[in-house]
């Protein structure tokens, strides 16, 4: 049965190849066909023309010289006998008339002197017989025609083909003018017959090669025609690969060529429009960075200052006037937001920079996760759902700025209690051991994955506003352009997933409130040992310095 189905299978995978190929020269098979139709058309147009003059030509050849001896016979012959001719008579004349150079049978009708009706056939009892005659030929021959100046000749000659057991015959009558017998003619063309079938085959055999012929010409000229177009699809499909600098080589000057130009001419302004375009984004990206690092430096000053003040503020003696305790405390706060969006700043230069590396170490999730919570005393708000034990081999700083960034925004724009619940997903399912288990105990080459969700117990994300909420400085409303946060902290955390090679999503729960669901590898060794190159690919490489300690909280915030 197995060896059944494997047959099967093969079978409809061959079909399905087969039928994949057909799609892909749909539109050689096309003008192939197309030619071929054509071709057949004409060439069978032209062989029944020819078939049919050509029967024509040889069925009139051969009627008119058979009916001219025979009426020549009929004058020379039947025309000697006397008006009531007998039996004998008939015989030996029918004989006589059949040895002629045309060879066709004989059969005269006459009355004798009593008026009794006698034959003479040329192939004795056996032969010619009157029954062998059509009646409408026979009317036909004895009716007597009037006599006038447009008709001389009370009685003419009629013929007839008609055919017996699948041969053709030709049958002819007349009378004697002035009285006589009346005399038949049956004339076999079964020789003509096998002529024109010979020619039928031969022109049966010329339309095949005619087919044949344009079956060829139509795939020389599908290939000439096709393999500029091939050639187009393959640069498109480099085209849309990156490549930009693919370009056609252009020969000629028909449509094809007009159209390579133009694939040419599109290619070229994309290609000056991308190079526009990376310029201008790494220009920006520049001077992100260069502003980021120069603003480090008087803000480590301002930073001590307002450390300083914030000191002042918790001295009891109260070191400030009680009017300009206020602007003292605002100055702290926003320069504590200044230094988180300066940090951040840097963090997605380096991200975009493609500079971020790992430092994997062996977690222990259920802990990680605690000392995250514990560290920005969140302990009372988040309800922990873990497994002790249950270890990866993640980078922690990492992992702690993405917890940060989820949880705060968590607690913030859904409110408390926020539930963290973890679970492992693939691999050997192993839920402890140490940190670099990657599922070789149980002899599985999959490492698994830990799935982190985070839920709270909000009103939920607009629908509209969650392909956004991972955006960088997405606001959903612009009503609240300004918010505590930078507007970073979610970009920022996906990215850390990403270069985990990992993800996170962003979803309504049907109980309520947001869920966003983190998913990671367990063991990301597999990462480091990539090229450099690779770790900067699609916003996976994250990197530099990410804020641990409060990390950024109004990404969320906006994007609500």
């Given at each position: 049965m197995t060896t059944t189905r494997g047959g099967l299978r093969g079978w409809l995978s061959g079909r399905g190849?087969?039928?994949?190929?057909?799609?892909?020269?749909?539109?050689?098979?096309?003008?192939?066909?197309?030619?071929?139709?054509?071709?057949?058309?004409?060439?069978?147009?032209?062989?029944?023309?020819?078939?049919?003059?050509?029967?024509?030509?040889?069925?009139?050849?051969?009627?008119?010289?058979?009916?001219?001896?025979?009426?020549?016979?009929?004058?020379?012959?039947?025309?000697?006998?006397?008006?009531?001719?007998?039996?004998?008579?008939?015989?030996?004349?029918?004989?006589?008339?059949?040895?002629?150079?045309?060879?066709?049978?004989?059969?005269?009708?006459?009355?004798?002197?009593?008026?009794?009706?006698?034959?003479?056939?040329?192939?004795?009892?056996?032969?010619?017989?009157?029954?062998?005659?059509?009646?409408?030929?026979?009317?036909?021959?004895?009716?007597?025609?009037?006599?006038?100046?447009?008709?001389?000749?009370?009685?003419?000659?009629?013929?007839?083909?008609?055919?017996e057991h699948g041969t053709p015959y030709l049958v002819a009558g007349t009378r004697i003018i002035g009285g006589g017998p009346t005399g038949y003619m049956l004339k076999s063309l079964e020789p003509e017959a096998k002529d024109l079938n010979s020619l039928a085959w031969s022109l049966g055999v010329a339309t095949a090669l005619a087919l044949v012929g344009a079956a060829l010409l139509a795939q020389a000229a599908a290939t000439t025609v096709l393999k500029p177009v091939h050639r187009l699809g393959i640069a498109a499909r480099r085209l849309g690969e990156g490549r930009l600098d693919t370009r056609l080589r252009v020969s000629g000057t028909d449509e094809l060529a007009d159209l390579s130009r133009t694939f040419n001419k599109a290619a070229e302004a994309l290609e000056k429009r991308v190079a526009d375009m990376a310029a201008r984004d790494e220009a920006s990206r520049r001077f992100v960075a260069d502003m980021s690092h120069e603003l480090r430096t008087p803000l480590?000053?301002?930073?001590?200052?307002?450390?300083?003040?914030?000191?002042?503020?918790?001295?009891?003696?109260?070191?400030?006037?009680?009017?300009?305790?206020?602007?003292?405390r605002l100055v702290v706060s926003e320069t504590r937001r200044l230094n988180d969006l300066v940090e951040n700043l840097m963090e997605v230069t380096r991200f975009d920079a493609g500079t971020a590396r790992l430092v994997l170490d062996d977690v222990d999730l259920a802990d990680q996760i605690t000392a995250c919570i514990d560290a920005r005393a969140w302990l009372d708000a988040v309800e922990l759902d873990a497994e002790r034990g249950l270890h990866a081999r993640l980078d922690p700083r990492r992992l702690d700025v993405i917890l940060a960034n989820l949880i705060g925004n968590a607690l913030k724009h859904g409110g408390s209690p926020v539930r963290v619940s973890v679970r492992e997903e693939g691999g050997d399912g192993a839920g402890s051991g140490d940190g670099a288990d990657s599922g070789e105990g149980g002899g599985s080459p999959e490492p698994g994955w830990i799935v982190i969700q985070v839920r709270d117990h909000g009103p939920g994300i607009p629908e509209d506003v969650l392909p956004h909420v991972f955006d960088r400085f997405y606001k959903a409303s612009a009503s609240r352009p300004r918010s505590e946060g930078s507007g970073l902290g979610l970009s920022i955390a996906l990215n850390n997933a990403h270069i985990h090679g990992g993800d996170i999503t962003a979803a309504n729960s049907p109980e309520g409130g947001a869920v966003f669901t983190l998913r990671l590898p367990r063991d990301a060794s597999a990462l480091t040992e990539r090229p450099a190159e690779d770790d900067g690919d699609d916003s996976a490489g994250g990197g530099g310095r990410a804020t641990s300690g409060g990390a950024d909280q109004g990404s969320k915030g906006g994007a609500r």
């Open positions: 190849k087969a039928l994949s190929g057909l799609r892909f020269t749909s539109l050689r098979l096309r003008l192939v066909v197309v030619f071929a139709l054509v071709a057949l058309t004409a060439a069978v147009s032209a062989s029944g023309i020819a078939y049919w003059l050509n029967r024509e030509a040889v069925l009139t050849r051969t009627q008119d010289a058979v009916l001219r001896d025979f009426q020549q016979e009929m004058r020379n012959r039947a025309g000697t006998l006397p008006v009531h001719p007998t039996q004998d008579q008939l015989q030996h004349t029918a004989g006589q008339m059949a040895n002629s150079s045309q060879r066709f049978s004989v059969l005269l009708v006459g009355e004798d002197a009593s008026g009794r009706a006698v034959y003479g056939t040329s192939g004795g009892l056996s032969g010619f017989a009157l029954e062998d005659v059509p009646l409408s030929l026979r009317t036909a021959v004895n009716k007597q025609q009037p006599v006038d100046s447009g008709n001389k000749s009370p009685y003419h000659l009629y013929w007839q083909r008609v055919t480590t000053a301002i930073t001590a200052v307002t450390e300083v003040l914030e000191e002042e503020l918790e001295f009891e003696g109260g070191g400030f006037d009680p009017m300009i305790e206020p602007a003292v």
